[in-house]
């Protein structure tokens, strides 16, 4: 594989991720200690520019991450994954957990996995790259204050969603996974608890401490670290 060129793998009866530990790199490393599944983590430095390169281009063809390679399924060739929405889902049920079984509840846990995918992650990400990157840059106000806006709607969706349960969908699971790297990111990397009033969110607040306290959470908030 080309991969190999630039990364070693050594194993290949385990999972092989490539990532950092960035919000959605860490979604797939807190998934898979969480499951048990064994695997080797590779770091792809995104600050060096290493996501552009053939090798990695040629497991995950938008040149982000995080990504897998799965040698251990059948067929000639291994599975390559890119997508952390779609790495989730297909961990989950190579394992058998982290997404429920029954119907409505798995469709709603689908669900508020692609509020995630589609809004969340999006949306935060552009409102800290407005409020701790590009402030200096950009003279108008309405893009720091659109994504503020849309931030804190954000949350009081979620936070509607959490009134009486401890979970997205009652159970831990992948949807939960998902979410929280995102919302410890306004916290720890962008700073901007204060601006967005994450205290008066208190479902989130709650449940957040709860994610963050699993063992596999935070070993997964470290796996494929630059530093």
């Known amino acids: 594989m ?3 060129t630039k990364w070693t793998i050594v194993d290949r009866s385990k999972i092989h991720l490539f990532s950092m530990n960035t919000p959605n790199g860490i979604k797939a490393a ?16 995104i600050t060096k520019g290493e996501q552009k390169s053939d090798a990695f281009l040629s497991i995950s063809p938008n040149g982000k991450i ?4 799965d040698f251990q399924v059948s067929g000639a ?11 989730l889902i297909y961990l989950a049920e190579k394992a058998g957990r982290l997404i429920p079984h029954h119907l409505t509840q798995r469709l709603h846990c689908l669900q508020w996995l692609f509020f995630q995918v589609g809004h969340v992650g999006p949306f935060f990400g552009q409102f800290g790259h407005f409020y701790k990157y590009a402030r200096d840059k950009v003279k108008e106000p309405y893009p720091l204050e659109h994504f503020t806006e ?31 790297p995102w919302v410890n990111a306004l916290i720890e ?15 989130v607040t709650a449940w ?20």
């Not at 992948?174 to 929280?180: G, L, S």
């Open 30 to 45: 807190v998934a898979l200690e969480e499951l048990g599944l064994a695997y080797e983590p590779h770091l792809v430095n």
């Open 150 to 180: 849309e931030a804190k709607r954000l949350l009081s969706v979620l936070d509607r969603q959490l009134a009486g349960r401890e979970y997205l969908v009652d159970d831990y699971s992948i949807a939960d996974i998902a979410t929280f």
């Open 189 to 203: 990397h962008y700073e901007a608890s204060d601006v967005l009033g994450l205290p008066r969110f208190g479902n």
């Open 77 to 87: 060739e291994p599975l390559t994954l890119m997508e952390s929405g779609a790495i």
């Open 208 to 227: 957040l401490e709860r994610c963050n306290a699993r063992p596999a959470a935070r070993k997964g908030k470290l796996v494929n670290s630059p530093h």
């Open 66 to 69: 995080p990504a897998i390679v």
């Open 2 to 4: 080309l991969i190999e």
